[in-house]
């Protein structure tokens, strides 16, 4: 009998379930959104190194950065797998008559490729005898190729940077040139290359290193050993105040995910208003249909019928009402999502939490608020209810 009612009034039934639907769909396609694209941040960001800590080594007016020693003293310490200096400079470049502007040009070591072999697209990298013989070779990145080497294989060309003669030994790939990682080391998009940090220090006219990658041999001691290096790196700047710091990637990263969860679930919050709304709906149309079908309700009633079956009619109603709206709406948030994801350019994951809380929630919407009209249908009087007929 309920749900012959609901067919019967198509148009209520739909206009009623409308609200569940809108609700249901904007929980889903928020939270599944908010995942892939937060998702695709959070692989990008963890590109940049977790088992690795970055130090920045200010220094003090007597003295500027890490010399050579500091940084054996470094690389020798307990659950240090090795090093890696970077020098950072912006210089002008040329390739026979064809010449760039603003150029990121970074100094290396061997450990930065080694420690991630995703690097180097063709060619090779930089090792350890270019570092100790200043060899003057570098990589160039994808951006610097069209527009210096357009048409010509680059690898085995001579670069001029900074008015040292360098040969083109290997292509850096697009994971070495993402967004995050260009932006967190500073480049322009006028091109990245990268030479020895020996080279580098020559062209910058520094002796000292003023930042450089630690890397982690067991991650499960990354506190200990970072405080460790603060220990070593106080040593190595007299105890004075702000000379270095320390980021931890996987503490900047552990933070991020807490932050994206929270904004998660602010948002699901957000969604869920509409859900009650539809709530509010779906108890306005069981008040009405209760008023309308008195007189169905009292010759039930004087049939036989016992108020709790007549209770267990009406919440089947307003349960099948929010429940059917609860699966349209998580369908309806699936393809969202997905149309979102190509849009956005993101990976596309289904979110069986969303779409558990989105139809769960409606369900037990249809209950709590269908509950109120039910127990006014149970309680009417059936002699009052059958003075009309």
């Not at 220990?231 to 320390?246: E, G, M, P, R, T």
Request: hydrophobic share 45%; aromatic share 6%.
């Amino acid at each position: 009998m309920a749900l012959s009612n609901i067919i019967h009034n198509k148009m209520r039934s739909f206009l009623t379930t409308l609200g569940i639907v809108i609700g249901v769909t904007a929980i889903i396609a928020l939270i599944t959104i908010v995942q892939s694209v937060t998702g695709e941040m959070t692989s990008q960001f963890a590109a940049l190194g977790t088992g690795k800590v970055t130090v920045n080594a200010r220094g003090t007016a007597l003295k500027t950065g890490l010399t050579a020693n500091d940084l054996q003293t470094l690389s020798t310490m307990d659950n240090v797998s090795g090093i890696s200096p970077s020098v950072s400079l912006t210089l002008s470049v040329q390739a026979d008559n064809a010449w760039e502007e603003e150029v990121s040009v970074e100094g290396k070591n061997e450990l930065y490729f080694q420690h991630d072999d995703t690097l180097v697209a063709r060619g090779r990298e930089i090792n350890y005898v270019d570092v100790e013989s200043n060899n003057r070779v570098c990589l160039v990145d994808q951006t610097l190729i069209e527009k210096l080497f357009y048409g010509i294989d680059p690898i085995g060309q001579t670069l001029n940077i900074g008015g040292i003669r360098h040969t083109v030994v290997g292509v850096l790939s697009d994971s070495a040139n993402s967004d995050v990682m260009r932006q967190a080391q500073g480049a322009s998009n006028n091109g990245r290359v990268v030479i020895p940090y020996t080279g580098a220090l020559k062209l910058s006219g520094q002796q000292t290193i003023t930042s450089l990658e630690v890397y982690i041999a067991d991650t499960d001691k990354t506190d200990q050993t970072i405080t460790d290096l603060e220990h070593a790196l106080d040593a190595a700047f007299n105890f004075k105040d702000d000379s270095y710091s320390i980021i931890n990637m996987q503490s900047l990263l552990d933070t991020m995910n807490t932050m994206i969860s929270m904004m998660t679930l602010l948002l699901a919050g957000i969604a869920s208003i509409s859900l009650l709304v539809g709530g509010i709906g779906i108890m306005n149309m069981m008040l009405v249909s209760v008023t309308e079908r008195t007189n169905e309700i009292g010759l039930r009633k004087a049939l036989g019928a016992q108020p709790g079956q007549i209770q267990e009619q009406f919440l089947i109603e307003s349960f099948t009402l929010s429940l059917l709206g609860g699966i349209i709406g998580a369908i309806l948030g699936v393809g969202l999502s997905a149309l979102f994801a190509v849009l956005l350019g993101t990976g596309f994951t289904i979110s069986w939490m969303a779409i558990s809380l989105g139809v769960i929630f409606s369900a037990a919407v249809g209950i709590v608020f269908g509950w109120a009209p039910a127990r006014n249908a149970s309680n009417l009087n059936p002699i009052d209810a059958l003075r009309s007929v």
